[in-house]
């Protein structure tokens, strides 16, 4: 069957627009960039009243109200927004950002257990929807070992054209719709890669049930099994990590390794240490955990004058 043409026509000017993005962002000088996310993040939560721009607000208010555990005031909103689009264009930036800058940019803070694991059993890294993830897979690849990770499929035009820019940097990419992804994962490990997971959203809504914890009552809601799955079958160190920003630059947090544990329960177990090192690490700095689709459970009260997901 042959694709619709507004479907095509869409791809095709994705792929232009990324591709011009990708060629003028480095170009752009930070502290104009900077100044530009934040006018931009003004503008999008005074006039962001269109449906989808509305809703994706609303449930990114939510989720921060839930996870900090009092209301979400407007100014939180808009640095939640210039944080997201620091992080996109940073990542229009970074295929153009030479080995020096990319160092620079990057801190890696409690890297021991990962260093000792690369030179062992493998590792697994598992990051939340936080900071720049992009980036960090990018200094990866440099300090460390070159990356594999999963990622959503979104339309055909916008996941080629970030398909290509996260394999320039050295990434091996396998689509979360793909049957063979666990198999390329345990392959990864094998053969020496780092493997790094995003493990917060369940895309396919089939992950373990985690219970949050919270300033107020704990929420049951569920994050993936794949990063315990695939550290377990390969014996690979599961760490967990939060990216955030810091000044011009990104702090990679590195938790300890999740202690293995055998069964359906064992991955559960290992799933909620992972869920207990965000909950812990996300609140410090929640304008940088892009949330912006539904995460808690509709049932998750937030604190009294927040506004629930749209």
């Known amino acids: 069957m042959s694709r619709r043409p507004e479907r095509s026509a869409r791809d095709k000017l994705l792929r232009g627009v990324y591709a011009v993005g990708w060629r003028v962002a480095a170009r752009i000088p930070e502290p104009v960039a900077e100044t530009l996310c934040r006018v931009g993040a003004r503008l999008t939560t005074t006039f962001g009243s269109r449906a989808p721009v509305a809703s994706a607000l609303g449930t990114w208010r939510h989720n921060v109200s839930v996870l900090i555990g009092r209301p979400c005031p407007d100014d939180l909103v808009r640095r939640g927004v210039a944080s997201y689009l620091r992080t996109f264009y940073q990542v229009l930036a970074l295929a153009r950002w030479s080995r020096e800058q ?35 897979g990018a200094f990866a690849c440099l300090d460390l070992r070159p990356v594999s990770t999963v990622a959503e499929e979104l339309g055909d035009g916008e996941f080629a054209a970030f398909t290509a820019f996260r ?36 895309l396919p809504g089939t992950g373990l049930p985690v219970i949050w914890p919270l300033p107020g009552d704990p929420v049951i809601t569920t994050m993936p099994a794949g990063p315990a799955v695939v550290a377990r079958r390969t014996g690979a160190a599961l760490i967990p990590a939060v990216t955030r920003f810091r000044g011009t630059g990104l702090e990679v947090v590195l938790g300890p390794p999740v202690t293995h544990r055998p069964g359906r329960d064992g991955l559960v177990a290992m799933t909620q240490q992972v869920c207990d090192f965000f909950a812990a690490e996300l609140p410090r700095q929640p304008e940088d955990w892009h949330m912006f689709q539904p995460f808690f459970p509709a049932a998750a009260a937030a604190p009294t004058g927040t506004v629930a997901p749209a």
Request: include cysteine; charged fraction near 25%.
């Open 167 to 202: 394999e320039g940097l050295g990434m091996e990419v396998i689509a979360h719709t793909d049957p063979a992804a666990l198999p390329k994962l345990i392959t990864a490990v094998r053969d020496g890669r780092l493997v790094c997971l995003l493990g917060d959203r369940d």
């Open 102 to 136: 990319i160092h620079r940019r990057v801190a890696l803070i409690n890297d021991d257990a990962l260093r000792a694991a690369l030179t062992g059993p493998g590792a697994v890294v598992v990051l939340p929807h936080s900071g720049n993830w992009d980036l960090a």
